[in-house]
T-cell receptor, first 112, second 112 residues
Framework: GAGVSQTPSNKVTEKGKYVELRCDPI?????LYWYRQSLGQGPEFLIY????????DSGLPNDRFFAVRPEGSVSTLKIQRTERGDSAVYLC??????????FGPGTRLTVL | GQNIDQPTEMTATEGAIVQINCTYQ??????LFWYQQHAGEAPTFLSY????GLEEKGRFSSFLSRSKGYSYLLLKELQMKDSASYLC?????????????FGRGTSLIVHP
């Protein structure tokens, strides 16, 4: 597609459950970023991929969060044992040669 | 990390000019971005500054002073659709990180 896509657009889950959030970047973009954004805040960095490898995962809050990008394109953010504090909008962005980040529409995660 | 400061909220009148300031503290500065984010939508790229001076793009201009750790976004001929949050993001840190850190955003309200 023309832009970054993310699925699902909304996810409601119960505390303690496992969730997967998917990001499909712009074709040809080698860099992929995950952020999360709470109401009234700017996006908070989670993890950055260059190709298939996680070049910087310093923003992941704890070991319940994990992300993969096995073929250097689509990425999946995985959250185990979800907590109410994980509720936020999870944004994915990709960039190419210009380093400008192009964001997807986000996944709104609600943990009940 | 980077300390980024921008006003929380600003109001302006349709047709007027508004300047949104952003100050930052970082080592290894490697670029500053401005993004626009409408409520419930993803951030969209507006401008990128890495050298001192003014970058003009239609009704929007962005200015950078690296020595002062200061940038502003100038919006001319304001329209109602310009009501949005404006995010300042700085790239820098040890080793010249490629990960932009976002400020909390400035909520701009344009009224008739």
């Amino acid at each position: 597609g023309a832009g970054v896509s993310q699925t699902p657009s909304n996810k409601v889950t119960e505390k303690g459950k496992y969730v997967e959030l998917r990001c499909d970047p712009i074709s040809g973009h080698t860099a992929l970023y995950w952020y999360r954004q709470s109401l009234g805040q700017g996006p908070e960095f989670l993890i950055y991929f260059q190709g298939t490898g996680a070049a910087d995962d310093s923003g992941l809050p704890n070991d319940r969060f994990f992300a993969v990008r096995p073929e250097g394109s689509v990425s999946t953010l995985k959250i185990q044992r979800t907590e109410r504090g994980d509720s936020a909008v999870y944004l994915c962005a990709s960039s190419g040669e210009t380093d400008t980040q192009y964001f997807g529409p986000g996944t709104r995660l609600t943990v009940l | 990390g980077q300390n980024i400061d921008q006003p929380t909220e600003m109001t302006a009148t349709e047709g007027a000019i508004v300047q949104i300031n952003c100050t930052y503290q970082t080592s290894g500065f490697n670029g500053l971005f401005w993004y626009q984010q409408h409520a419930g939508e993803a951030p969209t790229f507006l401008s990128y500054n890495v050298l001192d001076g003014l970058e003009e793009k239609g009704r929007f201009s962005s200015f950078l002073s690296r020595s002062k750790g200061y940038s502003y976004l100038l919006l001319k001929e304001l329209q109602m659709k310009d009501s949005a949050s404006y995010l300042c993001a700085v790239r820098g840190g040890q080793g010249g990180s490629y990960i932009p850190t976002f400020g909390r955003g400035t909520s701009l309200i344009v009224h008739p």
